[in-house]
C-alpha cells in the first residue's frame, strides 16, 4: 500500500508518516520498482499502534520505547501518565478560575487587567504581610474579584490578615455573602468557622438572613458566632443560643453583652429574662452556671428580672444569693 492510501486510511497525514520514519517509528516494508514506499498490513497496525498510544498522552520518544523495548512495563507509564495529567488538569483549572475572576470584574482595559492579576498573585503569595496589604488595598476603579477574597478568606490562617479580608469583603458589597455561604457547608470546622465570622462582618440584610439561617447549623461554633452578632444586630432569635452560652460558659460574657443589647427593647426583655430565670430553675444547671446567670439578670431591665433576682437574693448558695442582693440595690439605686 503507497503512502498516499495509508493516509487516507490512517488519517495520519503523509507528512507525519515519513517524520516518523525519520525517527525510526514505523518504517515500510518495501519500495515499488519506481523507489515508492510501500507499506504492509503489519505496518499498518503498527501506525495505528502509534495513534493509540500518542491519544494516552505519550511523547514520540515514549511511544517508540512502549513498542520497541522487551522490558518495558506499561503499568509505570500509565501511572506517570496519570500523575501528569493530573498536575496539567490542575494547572488548566486554576487558569480557568484565575480568567473567571478576572471577566466576572468586568475589567474596562488592559491597566484594570493588570492590577486584578498582581492582586490574585498577592493574595496567593507566601508572605503574611503581602496578602494583609493586597487585601487591604484599594481598588477605585476596578471591582475586586469578590471569589478570590472568598477563597482567600476561608483559607487564611494568620489572623491579621484574616481579618484584613474579612474587612475587604465587607467592602465588597452584597457579592459575597452566597458565597460564604457556601463555605458553612465544608467539611472543615476552621473553614465554617471562617466563613461565619466573615459574614458576621458583612453588614447587609442577606448576611444577616444567613446568620439567622446559620442558628441552626449543625456546628455549635458557627451558632455561637452567628448568635453573637445578630445579638448586636438586634435579632431576638439568637435569644435562646445566647443564654446556652453563659450557662455553657462559652463567650459568657460577650454573649451576656449581646443579651443586655437585645433587652433595650421591652418585650425583648421580658423573653431574655423569663429565658434566665427558666435556664435558673432547671435542676442540672451546676452552682456556677447559676451565678452566670444570676449575673446576666443584672443589665436586663423590667419587672421580671427584678422578682427574678428578689427570689435569688434568698438562694441557698451564698454566692448566688449576695450577687443578687448586690444587682438589686444598684438597679434600686438607679
Not at 459574614?199 to 455549635?220: F, Q, S, Y
Request: aromatic share 2%.
Amino acid at each position: 500500500m503507497l503512502i498516499g492510501e495509508v493516509a487516507r486510511r490512517s488519517g495520519v497525514s503523509a507528512r507525519m508518516l515519513r517524520h516518523y520514519e525519520s525517527l525510526g517509528l514505523v518504517r515500510p516494508t518495501g519500495r515499488t520498482d519506481a523507489g515508492y514506499r510501500a507499506y504492509s498490513g503489519e505496518d499498518i497496525r503498527r501506525i495505528f499502534h502509534i495513534e493509540s498510544l500518542r491519544s494516552l498522552g505519550l511523547s514520540l520518544r515514549e511511544v517508540g520505547r512502549a513498542l520497541d523495548d522487551p522490558g518495558f512495563r506499561p503499568s509505570e507509564l500509565v501511572d506517570d501518565l496519570v500523575h501528569r495529567t493530573r498536575e496539567r488538569i490542575a494547572s488548566e483549572t486554576e487558569l480557568l478560575t484565575r480568567l473567571r475572576r478576572i471577566g466576572a470584574a468586568e475589567p474596562a482595559g488592559w491597566e484594570d487587567v493588570l492590577q486584578i492579576v498582581g492582586l490574585l498573585h498577592a493574595l496567593g503569595s507566601k508572605s503574611a504581610g503581602t496578602r494583609q496589604r493586597a487585601a487591604l488595598s484599594s481598588v477605585e476603579e476596578v471591582p475586586w474579584p469578590v471569589e478570590a477574597l472568598v477563597e482567600a478568606a476561608l483559607s487564611e490562617t494568620d489572623p491579621n490578615v484574616a481579618g484584613a479580608l474579612r474587612w475587604a469583603l465587607a467592602q465588597s458589597g452584597e457579592g459575597g455573602s452566597a458565597l460564604l455561604a457556601e463555605g458553612l457547608g465544608s467539611p472543615v470546622a476552621e473553614v465554617r468557622k471562617r466563613a461565619v465570622q466573615s459574614l458576621a462582618e458583612m453588614p447587609n440584610g442577606e448576611a444577616t438572613a444567613l446568620l439567622k439561617d446559620a442558628l441552626a447549623h449543625h456546628d455549635i461554633v458557627v451558632r455561637r458566632y452567628a448568635a453573637l452578632e445578630l445579638g448586636a444586630r438586634g435579632v431576638a432569635d439568637a435569644v435562646p443560643t445566647l443564654v446556652d452560652m453563659v450557662v455553657e460558659e462559652a463567650n459568657d460574657v460577650d454573649a451576656a453583652d449581646a443579651l443586655s443589647a437585645l433587652a433595650s427593647d421591652p418585650a425583648s426583655a421580658d423573653r431574655i429574662a423569663t429565658r434566665l430565670v427558666d435556664c435558673l430553675a432547671h435542676g442540672t444547671v451546676g452552682p456556677s452556671a447559676r451565678r452566670r446567670l444570676t449575673q446576666a439578670l443584672a443589665d436586663i431591665p423590667g419587672p421580671t428580672a427584678s422578682r427574678a433576682l428578689a427570689d435569688l437574693a434568698q438562694d441557698e448558695d451564698r454566692v448566688v444569693a449576695l450577687t443578687a442582693t448586690y444587682i438589686l440595690g444598684i438597679r434600686d439605686a438607679r
